[in-house]
């Protein structure tokens, strides 16, 4: 048996990317905050924060915070790094559960952690179904100080 060689589809690959960064960019506030949660149902939240922003690029830092996962728990917390890529209206998983150095994105790196060739547009399809999650089942979560005026509504 022959094996062949993984060939990228981009057309496919740039439309998802496309796709997740008008997803994203719905989920993301429009005021100044560093930071802010989104929760889906009753148990699982995911902290959103701003990391690195430059000119053309904006990295969003996602973290699941949920009150159902404990530390030992099978189930393993949802923690990636998302790049926007303003000029280009695209997005992606930059750093998925602590790995920052991903085969897909870095192809000439020899595989480790039992990577697959199409690790790019899974994760592509990771963030699609994250982001489509949150916008049909998530809210946001206010946090109120002492202090803080109610908005206008």
């Known amino acids: 048996m022959i094996k062949r060689k993984y060939v990228t589809n981009l057309k496919e690959l740039h439309s998802l990317a496309e796709r997740n960064y008008a ?3 719905r989920l993301l506030l429009t005021t100044e905050a560093d930071s802010w949660r989104i929760q889906v149902g009753d148990t699982l939240d995911f902290e959103l924060t701003y990391g690195l ?3 053309y690029t904006t990295d969003v830092v996602v973290k699941q915070v ?3 996962c404990d530390t030992h ?3 393993h917390r949802l923690d990636f790094v998302v790049r926007l890529y303003h000029d280009v209206r695209m997005a992606e998983i930059t750093s998925y ?3 920052k ?3 897909a994105i870095e192809p000439k790196r020899p595989a480790e952690r039992g990577s697959v ?3 790019k547009k899974q994760l592509g399809r990771l963030l699609a179904e994250w982001v489509a999650l949150c916008i049909q089942q998530g809210r946001q979560v ?3 100080q002492h202090g803080n005026e109610l908005p206008q509504l």
């Open 23 to 25: 997803g994203v960019n």
């Open 97 to 99: 559960q602590g790995a």
């Open 73 to 75: 728990s099978r189930y």
């Open 53 to 55: 922003r430059a000119p």
């Open 117 to 119: 060739p199409d690790e």
């Open 101 to 103: 150095r991903l085969t």
């Open 142 to 144: 206010l946090s109120w």
């Open 66 to 68: 949920s009150h159902s």
